[in-house]
């Protein structure tokens, strides 16, 4: 039975009414786009005629034991319940490895609920009722970990287009979260700006939560590339390091960033990384190599 968008969008507005409900506290719920849930009422009364924005959210849960606070991240396709939410959940009281851990696990109860299910509020009694146990020390999680090493894993690649990325500040942050877990791949300075990490599924979507938040707006993951493997992945990876790509600019237009990349060197670059059925996917059109 095909589902329309419509009728898609009117149970996610169902869910989150929900969702208010149950956590009507001020900062229990914290919407990226204020605006987004009215976008939707608007194209569902036929009022807007473009599709809304994506909901995409933060719910925090509180944890009884130990006492700490634990956000799960949402971003819903426009088609979910029908195709799976992205979810993240993170704790300043855990580290990477058991993040790690509650991510996997808490995706792999998500994905074992029946497709059209709506499964938010499903996560976060999954989250309020199995958190604890990853609070425990390292010692618990590191005597565990032998019985992970069996298991496969999804090595992730993620292509991320931004209209542009010029402060120093943010490309700083970049380069340390790509850095800090251990992802491979290029950062595009300029006009526009173009970031491809790669690496273990959960550290690449904790990569994309982190450079997101508070504010970058003009921001989106194009295109995904998943691959079931075991072990840590790295004889997949197209990239050797995490690398700062700055190529010849065409002019500035009288403002001083606003400055495009020359994309043809950009074409060869993905040429040569195994890459080029990329470019259409980022520019919806076919590459056409620089005359450099």
């Not at 130990?66 to 971003?75: A, G, M, R, S, T």
């Not at 790669?198 to 970058?216: A, D, L, M, Q, T």
């Not at 390091?241 to 074409?267: I, P, S, V």
Request: with cysteine; glycine share 4%; aromatic share 10%.
């Amino acid at each position: 039975m095909a589902v329309s968008i419509k009728e898609c969008l009117e149970l996610q507005l169902l869910e989150m009414e929900m969702l208010f409900s149950m956590f009507p506290n001020k900062g229990e719920i914290n919407l990226r786009d204020q605006n987004a849930l009215t976008c939707i009422q608007l194209y569902l009364k036929n009022t807007k005629e473009e599709l809304p924005p994506q909901i995409d959210y933060s719910v925090s849960v509180n944890i009884d034991e130990p006492k700490v606070k634990v956000d799960l991240q949402v971003i819903l396709p426009h088609t979910y319940p029908y195709s799976a939410p992205q979810l993240f959940a993170r704790s300043n009281a855990l580290d990477r490895e058991q993040q790690l851990q509650l991510n996997k696990h808490l995706t792999s109860h998500v994905s074992s609920l029946n497709t059209g299910e709506l499964c938010i509020c499903t996560a976060l009694q999954w989250i309020q009722d199995n958190t604890t146990p990853y609070f425990q020390k390292r010692k618990v999680c590191s005597e565990a970990a032998p019985k992970e090493k069996a298991l496969r894993r999804t090595f992730h690649r993620m292509w991320i287009y931004s209209h542009h990325i010029y402060r120093q500040e943010l490309r700083k942050k970049i380069f340390d979260c790509a850095k800090q877990l251990n992802l491979t791949g290029f950062c595009l300075t300029g006009k526009p700006g173009i970031i491809c990490v790669e690496g273990i599924k959960e550290s690449c979507e904790e990569f994309w939560h982190v450079i997101r938040y508070p504010n970058w707006k003009h921001i989106s993951c194009k295109h995904v590339e998943n691959i079931e493997t075991q072990g840590n992945g790295d004889n997949l990876r197209l990239f050797t390091t995490f690398e700062d790509l700055q190529f010849q600019a065409h002019g500035d237009y009288g403002l001083k960033n606003d400055y495009h990349m020359d994309l043809g060197q950009f074409l060869e670059f993905l040429k040569q990384h195994q890459s080029e059925h990329v470019f259409l996917i980022l520019f919806g059109v076919e590459g056409k190599q620089s005359d450099n």
